[in-house]
């Protein structure tokens, strides 16, 4: 083996290392990059060096971690962010029910004190308005952040398919890479492991790694994303069970479209959508509508007891929205089934599904979607089920069909129909049976503010500061986890980058001992050339 070939091999082991650390200074803050090192080794005894790999670091476990992790943190973040909305939107002092209920109540105390003024009248009707008013701009705040939430949804699916299709083409592109060269580039694996990172940012993806290489992806209960070269999309379709909101569809192998359940998409953006609307928007909503239904039929109850300065019975103060009752888009039955408020101290906060297990015998299976707690009620004689502060009447039960299924919506929406319904001062209800001037029912309209007519265990205030402190308590908790996992995501992408990330100074001190090591190679290589000479020259 001559001087010149072990130079060479020196040269060419030189220009590698040069070219691999002048890689990574080039993509120092590229997304994604992956430090690489240029491993060397003997080539035989004697013979000089060969460049046995240039190695990709990188370190698939704590890759996988660290999406975890981002997971997780985009998850609470998007959480926290509209539930901040939400807590902002309650607890302000000036903007929020609680001062509106307050003087409410305060102008009923006029009322009590001067019955026949009409400017104390006229005090109730403007306060009252103003009340409703607040009830249905809050309301048309949520129905916005529904919305809103729809809107996100199909922005975040159509996202994930982008992602699933690239990561589908690189493993194609790096299995072809692979037949022909023998090791895929290091680029195609960076583009990949980059691409999977960012697909963690919006959904919850759990990552096998096949024996070629490949990558495969499932989401939800295992349904696969990505497997091999080919992805599955998913869809944002209309619950089977509510049309005015979107979930997950996913198109299975057979072309087949699923409706995925929200419980099961979890993690990242859009897992973090769907846990906030099913964990507190709906619930807020359903809240805010309890609230108001409450309200509205306490004061429409007492005011038809009362007496107007006409002599006539009192009507109805306020109107409220009505609860909405949705059928499932599979059931087969043709019956009609409608909804009213009933009994308003059972309400709760829940919405019901209700299944159809024999239309024979009028047996309905209701649950209470929150907690999945089974209700009792039977089919009475009008062909009615009475539950949760509602009654659903059925048209013609002989029509339905087993495993028909019908999702009730209580007070979703109730807030948005609250208005005020007198406008003559005179038909406010103050007096009672024994004359229209007096205040007895004005009086009996103001104690209204210390019963618990709430679900019959709290007061308008209780009721809507347990509100605000259910949704203040839920904001604290959120901020706390996110901070945790951030603290936790920051520690992860740390250890990450002690692996994977390019230190400028230590490529900075590699380009000058490559530089030194190309050159000594280069001297070897012109001492063998002198060598050489030397011995032609003494032929």
């Known amino acids: 083996m001559s001087l010149f070939s072990i130079g060479l091999s020196g040269l060419n082991a030189a220009q590698n290392a040069l070219y691999a650390t002048s890689n990574n200074i080039s993509n120092v803050y590229t997304p994604g990059y992956n430090r690489e090192l240029v491993l060397l080794g003997e080539r035989g005894v004697g013979n000089g060096v060969q460049v046995n790999d240039i190695q990709r670091q990188f370190d698939q476990y704590v890759a996988e971690q660290l999406n975890q992790s981002t997971s997780n943190a985009s998850a609470l973040q998007a959480y926290e962010t509209q539930v901040s909305q939400i807590d902002n939107l309650l607890a302000d002092q000036e903007a929020g029910l609680a001062p509106l209920i307050q003087n409410f109540f305060s102008s009923l105390e006029d009322l009590a004190g001067a019955p026949s003024d009409p400017s104390s009248r006229q005090g109730v009707i403007g306060s009252a308005d103003t009340l409703s008013a607040q009830f249905r701009s809050f309301q048309q705040y949520l129905d916005d952040m529904q919305n809103g939430i729809n809107g996100q949804i199909s922005d975040e699916i159509t996202q994930i398919n982008n992602t699933a299709e690239q990561i589908a083409n690189l493993n194609r592109e790096i299995a072809l890479a692979k037949a022909k060269q023998g090791e895929a580039p290091n680029a195609l694996l960076n583009q990949r492991d980059q691409l999977v990172a960012e697909l963690s940012e919006r959904i919850d993806v759990k990552l096998s790694v096949q024996e070629s290489g490949t990558y495969n992806l499932s989401i939800g209960n295992g349904q696969p994303l990505v497997a091999g070269t080919r992805s599955f999309e998913l869809e944002a379709v209309e619950s089977k069970t509510d049309p005015s909101r979107l979930v997950v569809g996913y198109h299975d192998s057979a072309g087949n479209l699923v409706e995925l359940k929200s419980k099961n998409i979890q993690g990242g953006t859009l897992g973090g959508l769907l846990n906030f609307r099913e964990e507190t928007l709906d619930k807020t909503q359903n809240e805010l509508g309890r609230l108001a239904v409450s309200l509205a039929q306490a004061f429409n109850e007492q005011h038809r007891a009362g007496v107007d300065l006409n002599g006539d019975a009192g009507e109805d103060l306020f109107a409220i929205g009505s609860p ?145 402190g259910d949704v203040g308590n839920r904001t604290n908790i959120v901020k706390v986890n996110l901070a945790a996992q951030q603290g936790l995501q920051e520690q992860l992408s740390a250890v990450q980058q002690s692996v994977s990330g390019v230190d400028l100074n230590e490529e900075a001190a590699n380009l000058i001992r490559f530089q030194q090591y190309f050159q000594a190679n280069a001297k070897v290589i012109e001492v063998g050339s002198t060598v050489l000479d030397s011995i032609l020259g003494l032929r």
């Open 324 to 468: 909405r009752l949705y059928s499932h888009a599979d059931n087969t039955g043709t019956a009609t089934l409608s909804v009213a408020f009933g009994d308003v101290e059972g309400l709760t906060t829940s919405d019901y599904t209700v299944t159809v297990v024999d239309p024979a015998t009028g047996e309905f299976a209701i649950t209470r979607k929150d907690n999945g707690e089974t209700v009792n009620a039977i089919l009475d004689a009008n062909n009615q089920l009475s539950f949760g502060g509602v009654v659903v009447t059925i048209d013609d039960p002989a029509q339905l069909a087993v495993n028909d299924r019908f999702e009730v919506q209580p007070t979703r929406y109730a807030a948005g129909g609250m208005e005020m319904l007198i406008r003559d001062t005179a038909e406010i209800a103050a007096g009672s049976a024994a004359g229209s001037g007096n205040n007895e029912n004005a009086l009996a309209l103001q104690e209204l503010q210390n019963q618990s007519l709430v679900s019959g265990n709290a007061t308008f205030s209780q009721a809507y500061a347990s509100l605000v």
